[in-house]
T-cell receptor, first 115, second 116 residues
């Protein structure tokens, strides 16, 4: 079974631009979560989607948004990029978002550099 | 609010030595789940183990073992007879009950360097 895939793997943008990252979950997984990883803040939860609905959101500004499609694929968008948005963005999928007990499986990440 | 602390930032060992990674967590929930993930240089987080708050039985899986103690809010992880391929950053993570959904709170990570 194929794992979580993320595209693109690397991205370079300039301040003020916007970016869209894509995530395809493991086949059959219906929940997709996004995380940001930076050297300073570590791994931080962005948001979680299930059945095309945002179920949970982390403490990030409104410039960070996401969506999920009917096939469970998800995209996240960052508008008006800032230098501090440079990070590794990780997507994770799980079978069903029940009560937090589901194991999340991560993709390889998208490394975003904002110049 | 939930919090995960990994006090060790980096551990260096020689191959075949045992490595124990410490993890201390804080949560107000009575039902929660604890995880260990490994992040090799490629960047992908690899799931290693999961433990439920209501099951304190410690187990061994191959070269991995873990020690879960609710009384001290600790969830330590041991790699026995380390190998060079074990070199990576290891993260401890906490997932709380229903309200938190699938949100994982991660510790800062411990970098493990296994030298040949």
């Amino acid at each position: 079974k194929a794992g979580v895939t993320q595209t693109p793997r690397y991205l370079i943008k300039t301040r003020g631009q916007q970016v869209t990252l894509s995530c395809s979950p493991i086949s059959g997984h219906r929940s997709v979560s996004w995380y940001q990883q930076t050297p300073g803040q570590g791994l931080q939860f962005l948001f979680e989607y299930f059945s095309e609905t945002q179920r949970n959101k982390g403490n990030f500004p409104g410039r960070f948004s996401g969506r999920q499609f009917s096939n469970s694929r998800s995209e996240m968008n960052v508008s008006t990029l800032e230098l501090g948005d440079s990070a590794l963005y990780l997507c994770a999928s799980s079978l069903n978002p029940t009560s937090g007990e589901e194991t999340q499986y991560f993709g390889p990440g998208t490394r975003l550099l904002v110049l | 609010a939930q919090k995960v602390t990994q006090a060790q930032t980096e551990i260096s060992v020689v191959e075949k030595e045992d490595v124990t990674l410490d993890c201390v967590y804080e949560t107000r929930d009575t039902t929660y789940y604890l995880f260990w993930y490994k992040q090799p240089p490629s960047g992908e987080l690899v799931f290693l183990i999961r433990r439920n708050s209501f099951d304190e039985q410690n187990e061994i899986s191959g070269r991995y073992s873990w020690n879960f103690q609710k009384s001290t809010s600790s969830f330590n992880f041991t790699i026995t007879a380390s190998q060079v391929v074990d070199s990576a950053v290891y993260f401890c993570a906490l997932s709380e009950g229903k309200a938190a959904g699938n949100k994982l709170t991660f510790g800062g990570g411990t970098r493990v360097l296994v030298k040949p």
